[in-house]
């Protein structure tokens, strides 16, 4: 599944290095699930999508040390991101699965 890095630096198994805001990772569930659990912050690509970052912010402001001077724009969707990122967590927490269920039609 892929997902968006939200952090400033995390090392996920023993080789993927994740090191830039909005940086895209495909991991396994279980993959995800473990990084998730040991603090990473992640959210699902879909999720990042929605929230609206733009292609040019997510490239000049990849580095942590850059949003300090990030417009309040692109810092209300980093906020909407680590709260989704924080909502994936509690999730699995909770034992539920990584991906939210898709309602099924009858």
């Known amino acids: 599944m892929m997902l968006r890095f939200l952090g400033s630096e995390s090392l996920v198994g023993d080789s993927i290095r994740l090191n830039r805001f909005g940086q895209?990772?495909?991991?396994?569930?279980?993959?995800?699930?473990?990084?998730?659990?040991?603090?990473?912050?992640?959210?699902?690509?879909?999720?990042?999508?929605?929230i609206g970052f733009a292609k040019e912010d997510v490239e000049r402001f990849a580095s942590s040390g850059s949003h300090g001077r990030a417009p309040a724009e692109f810092l209300e969707k980093k906020k909407d991101a680590l709260l989704a990122a924080q909502a994936l967590r509690d999730r699995?927490?909770?034992?539920?699965?990584?991906?939210?269920e898709e309602p099924k039609e009858e």
């Open 92 to 100: 699995l927490e909770r034992g539920e699965a990584l991906a939210a």
């Open 24 to 50: 895209s990772v495909e991991l396994t569930e279980s993959q995800a699930a473990n990084a998730v659990l040991g603090g990473c912050a992640l959210v699902d690509d879909e999720t990042f999508c929605q």
